[in-house]
């Protein structure tokens, strides 16, 4: 049986350019509140923008040592990643995300080393600096080390499967999703009159619903007919900028995480 959810999220930070990190969000049901109840591989979660708005794209956090900081971004969150960036919530298998380390005695730049490569490694990140990538599961200590390589401080980063992936009703500003699994679909979306581009938005998450972090995690496939807006045409995060398909019919999203069963196939239908 599958049951329809409404996620809430806590208050965010007000601060433009910095976030502490959250104590994680929460999702109930008309049962109340629990995990998920749904078949493996189903996304049906119908998460709402409010709560999200006055975010930031990083966020800071201090090693257990308390000698080093280190600044998680570039997760592959929503919306350029507004709500931040809470390594805590766990990084999904296939995830990256950016983190920068710096002494907090000094604040020179710290490298970074993960004690588990099989769960989790380093590389240099495509946008500058360095970026953890989640190898399997389980969770790995992510060292900042000086210049001889010895450790100053860490941070325990734990990596998780997709269980599921989310719809994000943010969406529906530019029509009407329905949550009505069929065959191998699992929900709808018809296009408001008038609308010509449009931009879908999903959320991965745990077993226990809660967010992962991690951009280049999925793969998408679109039907024939149905594209991507100019420049868009490879998403790094759920964010999915589409163009309104030229000609009256229903076209697909279907949205695949790389590891673990989250799956989504958006039925698109155009009057």
Same mark, same amino acid.
């Given at each position: 049986?599958?049951?329809?959810?409404?996620?809430?999220?806590?208050?965010?930070?007000?601060?433009?350019?910095?976030?502490?990190?959250?104590?994680?969000?929460?999702?109930?049901?008309?049962?109340?509140?629990?995990?998920?109840?749904?078949?493996?591989?189903?996304?049906?979660?119908?998460?709402?923008?409010?709560?999200?708005?006055?975010?930031?794209?990083?966020?800071?956090?201090?090693?257990?040592?308390?000698?080093?900081?280190?600044?998680?971004?570039?997760?592959? +969150? @929503?919306? =350029? %990643? !507004?709500?931040?960036?809470?390594?805590?919530?766990?990084?999904?298998? /296939? *995830?990256?995300?950016? &983190?920068?380390?710096?002494?907090?005695?000094?604040?020179?730049?710290? +490298? @970074?080393? =993960? %004690? !588990?490569?099989?769960?989790?490694?380093?590389?240099?990140?495509?946008? /500058? *600096?360095?970026?953890? &990538?989640?190898?399997?599961?389980?969770?790995?200590?992510?060292?900042?080390?000086?210049?001889?390589?010895?450790?100053?401080?860490?941070?325990?980063?734990?990596?998780?499967?997709?269980?599921?992936?989310?719809?994000?009703?943010?969406?529906?500003?530019?029509?009407?999703?329905?949550?009505?699994?069929?065959?191998?679909?699992?929900?709808?979306?018809?296009?408001?009159?008038?609308?010509?581009?449009?931009?879908?938005?999903?959320?991965?998450?745990?077993?226990?619903?809660?967010?992962?972090?991690?951009?280049?995690?999925?793969?998408?496939?679109?039907?024939?007919?149905?594209?991507?807006?100019?420049?868009?045409?490879?998403?790094?995060?759920?964010?999915?900028?589409?163009?309104?398909?030229?000609?009256?019919?229903?076209?697909?999203?279907?949205?695949?995480?790389?590891?673990?069963?989250?799956?989504?196939?958006?039925?698109?239908?155009?009057?």
């Amino acid at each position: 049986m599958n049951r329809r959810a409404q996620q809430h999220h806590p208050n965010v930070p007000k601060q433009p350019t910095r976030c502490e990190p959250s104590s994680g969000v929460g999702w109930r049901t008309r049962w109340g509140r629990s995990p998920f109840a749904i078949r493996r591989g189903l996304a049906c979660l119908v998460l709402g923008l409010a709560g999200l708005l006055g975010g930031c794209g990083s966020t800071d956090f201090t090693g257990e040592k308390g000698l080093a900081t280190f600044t998680a971004s570039n997760c592959g +969150g @929503l919306l =350029s %990643d !507004i709500g931040g960036c809470d390594l805590k919530k766990g990084v999904a298998v /296939g *995830g990256v995300v950016d &983190v920068a380390a710096k002494s907090q005695k000094s604040g020179l730049a710290l +490298g @970074l080393r =993960s %004690d !588990i490569p099989s769960i989790l490694t380093v590389q240099q990140s495509d946008r /500058g *600096g360095s970026a953890i &990538v989640g190898q399997g599961t389980g969770t790995a200590y992510l060292s900042a080390v000086d210049g001889n390589a010895q450790e100053v401080d860490r941070l325990a980063v734990k990596v998780v499967e997709i269980a599921q992936l989310v719809y994000n009703t943010a969406s529906t500003g530019f029509g009407t999703f329905r949550l009505q699994p069929v065959g191998d679909v699992d929900g709808t979306f018809d296009i408001n009159d008038g609308v010509s581009s449009f931009t879908l938005l999903f959320l991965q998450v745990d077993a226990g619903g809660m967010p992962l972090l991690g951009r280049d995690s999925f793969t998408a496939e679109l039907s024939p007919g149905l594209a991507y807006q100019a420049g868009r045409e490879q998403p790094r995060s759920l964010q999915f900028e589409l163009v309104r398909p030229s000609m009256a019919g229903n076209y697909f999203l279907t949205v695949r995480a790389k590891s673990g069963p989250g799956r989504f196939k958006l039925q698109i239908n155009v009057k």
